[in-house]
Antibody, heavy 117, light 108 residues
Framework: QLQLQESGPGLVKPSETLSLTCTVSGGPISSSTYYWGWIRQPPGKGLEWIGSMYYSGSSYYNPSLKSRVTISVDTSKNQFSLKVSSVTAADTAIYYC?????????WGQGTLVTVSS | SSELTQDPAVSVALGQTVRITCQGDSLRTYYASWYQQKPGQAPVLVIYGKNNRPSGIPDRFSGSSSGNTASLTITGAQAEDEADYYCNSRDSSGYRHFFGTGTKVTVL
């Protein structure tokens, strides 16, 4: 059974960089069948797609976040990562990692990241 | 356009049928997928493609589409179906996703 687990700091200071890692177990991350994505959800609000990375190495980002976001993959560790730079309080959210086939069929449990000094 | 509009909330009597709609220009090109999210839990994919259910999703969930509107129908709603539901589609590139505004379903 495929499992995804987010990890990273739960508290980030304003203007700093938020960094999260998603560890994939139960299946290879290096498969052309899948893509890997990040989605976030501010407390009490809806879902927001952040970006996705494909086996080819191509990455696609939400236009509203594109200038601040980077997604990368480490196949040796079966992990993929998210970096969001210059964070503000508006970046406070539960961050989910997910596997995509046609759509996001497996999700991590999510991790809350709070931006505060 | 990368906007998907959903009704904020709907209610349904136990055992009855409820339809949740999602409107957006991208739905003329791409099928919507639908996610169920219960409080404190990660979203779960319930419908994808034309009308496909992942393994383990009850057959009371079904999807349909017409023009710029996609629908998720729950036929014979159960208490455990009470949740937030989000539609999802892609922009013209086919690679950038975006979610609908979400619908809270209450089972009475």
């Amino acid at each position: 059974q495929l499992q995804l687990q987010e990890s990273g700091p739960g508290l980030v200071k304003p203007s700093e960089t938020l960094s999260l890692t998603c560890t994939v177990s139960g299946g290879p991350i290096s498969s052309s069948t899948y893509y890997w994505g990040w989605i976030r959800q501010p407390p009490g609000k809806g879902l927001e797609w952040i970006g996705s990375m494909y086996y080819s190495g191509s990455s696609y980002y939400n236009p509203s976040l594109k200038s601040r976001v980077t997604i990368s993959v480490d196949t040796s560790k079966n992990q993929f990562s998210l970096k969001v730079s210059s964070v503000t309080a508006a970046d406070t959210a539960i961050y989910y990692c997910a596997r995509g086939t046609s759509d996001f069929d497996y999700w991590g449990q999510g991790t809350l990241v709070t931006v505060s000094s | 356009s990368s906007e998907l509009t959903q009704d904020p909330a709907v209610s349904v009597a136990l055992g009855q049928t409820v339809r949740i709609t999602c409107q957006g220009d991208s739905l003329r090109t791409y099928y919507a997928s639908w996610y169920q999210q219960k409080p404190g839990q990660a979203p779960v994919l319930v419908i994808y493609g034309k009308n496909n259910r992942p393994s383990g999703i009850p057959d009371r969930f079904s999807g349909s589409s017409s023009g710029n509107t996609a629908s998720l129908t729950i036929t014979g709603a159960q208490a455990e179906d009470e949740a937030d539901y989000y539609c999802n589609s892609r922009d013209s590139s086919g690679y950038r996703h975006f979610f609908g505004t979400g619908t809270k379903v209450t089972v009475l």
